[in-house]
């Protein structure tokens, strides 16, 4: 065989080898292209429960009665009474402030109310010999023995005297005044306790200088709470406040206490919204939320954090299926429109969007999956209520979370997972 031929041959040879493995890998492709996908998932059976909507949140332990106690006069603490955590009585003498500029001007005011006093006296005389002498030039000009302008000067220095002496008065008027707001000004150097209850917070010393309230607020220096009746105050978000209402029920923690739980009432929803992080993406806004605690235990201490659970409603004997069943999917008519622009020409408004979406859940029938559209109501932590599209005993998928929220599709093929994770196809027709 010539050198030709040989290298002829072998060059068949290779042709035909790239020719079967092509034939191969077609035929790989067509055989595993008629293989259906298998999903993996866990279920449950759709039953009835007792549904509670919880709304959950934190804050802080406050005495339902509380008052901060803020000096109105300006000076420093030569007496201190009490300590943190005192019982005191209302009207008790709490702390001094030094009087002694008061007592002062309290006798700079007395002096020159006195000086006044004796002006006026002056005065008072002054007119009395004034008036005398404005009779007689009268009488003498009824009976014409002087001139009319003797009578003009007369009356000209009655009324002078006259004057003098209302000004006096009303000098002793404006003393008198200040003498009183002096004698409020030195009772406020006494600080008492306007309530029964315990000193929560004492931000004092003896022998320091407190300042008034002037333009500005006064000076904190103590807190007087009623221990007796204490509340969690807490800030709920603004999506989830109008759920509350005054009377719901709610659970309390206290980080202190462990896992105990205090029963409490909701007693006051705050109106002004508390924002944080205002003009940025971490904005905030909240509400205050007062509760009241049933529960009390003398332990409890102001300012101790806490968490509550709110109950807004509860629905007993209905169709639930567990919350992560539930799933948005795309509606079937709006498939086939996807992309489609706005008739206006402008941006799909949100609305427009929640309207191409649907809620759905999965069922299990003869091994496949069954897409079914729900309409939803309240949930807890673990179940939500199916208002109209399910009823019991029905097989509801349950898990995994991508399972359900990526790669069920209606009429896959699914294996269920027993309890150790091991997949079991169900029946479909007469094959396991």
Same mark, same amino acid.
């Given at each position: ?9 072998? @060059?068949?040879?290779?042709? $035909? /080898? ?14 595993? !292209? $008629? ?33 901060? *106690? ?25 702390? &001094? ?40 030039? @009268? ?21 002078? /005297? ?44 003896? !022998?320091?200088?407190?300042? $008034? ?25 603004? %999506? ?6 005054? !009377? ?22 705050? %109106? ?13 806004? %909240?509400?205050?939320? @007062? ?24 629905? &007993? ?10 799933? /948005?999917?795309? &509606? ?33 029938? %003869? ?18 209520? *199916? ?5 019991? !005993? ?32 169900? @029946? ?5």
């Amino acid at each position: 065989m010539s050198k030709k031929s040989a290298k002829k041959k072998k @060059k068949w040879i290779v042709y $035909g /080898a790239l020719g079967a493995l092509l034939v191969v890998v077609v035929g790989l492709t067509i055989a595993s !292209g $008629g293989k259906e996908d298998i999903v993996s998932v866990q279920t449950e059976k759709v039953a009835r429960r007792t549904i509670t909507e919880t709304v959950t949140t934190t804050g802080n332990i406050q005495p339902e009665f509380n008052v901060e *106690i803020r000096p109105e006069v300006t000076g420093e603490v030569v007496q201190l009474n009490v300590e943190d955590g005192d019982q005191v009585k209302k009207g008790q003498l709490l702390l &001094k402030i030094r009087p002694d500029t008061y007592l002062a001007q309290r006798e700079r005011i007395m002096a020159s109310l006195e000086s006044q006093q004796a002006t006026l006296e002056m005065r008072e005389a002054d007119l009395k010999a004034v008036r005398a002498d404005f009779e007689r030039v @009268k009488e003498l000009h009824d009976r014409d023995l002087v001139s009319d302008a003797e009578m003009e000067q007369a009356e000209r220095s009655l009324k002078t /005297a006259e004057a003098s002496v209302e000004s006096a008065k009303a000098s002793i008027k404006q003393w008198r005044a200040q003498l009183t707001e002096n004698s409020e000004e030195l009772l406020k150097t006494s600080i008492i306790a306007p309530m029964d209850g315990t000193i929560t917070q004492l931000n004092v010393e003896l !022998g320091e200088r407190v300042l $008034g309230s002037g333009f500005s607020q006064g000076q904190l220096l103590m807190t007087v709470g009623d221990l007796n009746s204490m509340e969690a105050i807490v800030e709920v978000d603004e %999506n989830d406040i109008v759920n509350v209402s005054v !009377g719901d029920t709610a659970r309390v923690t206290v980080d202190a206490f462990g896992d105990r739980v205090f029963r409490g009432l909701v007693r006051q929803l705050g %109106n002004s919204a508390i924002a944080t992080g205002v003009g940025t993406q971490q904005e905030v806004v %909240n509400f205050e939320v @007062k509760i009241d605690i049933i529960d009390l235990d003398p332990e409890l201490r102001p300012g101790m954090s806490c968490g509550a659970t709110i109950e807004t409603e509860t629905k &007993k004997d209905v169709v639930a299926v567990p919350i992560q069943s539930v799933t /948005a999917r795309e &509606k079937e008519s709006e498939k086939g429109e996807r992309g489609r622009k706005p008739q206006n020409g402008g941006e799909e408004k949100s609305s427009d969007r929640q309207k191409r979406f649907e809620e759905v859940v999965f069922l299990v029938e %003869n091994g496949k999956a069954k897409k079914v559209a729900v309409e939803t109501g309240i949930s807890d932590d673990y179940y939500i209520e *199916i208002t109209n599209g399910l009823d019991t !005993g029905a097989t509801v998928v349950s898990g995994s979370y991508g399972a359900i929220s990526r790669e069920l599709e209606d009429g896959a093929v699914v294996t269920v997972e027993d309890e150790f994770g091991e997949g079991k196809r169900g @029946k479909r027709g007469g094959d396991e």
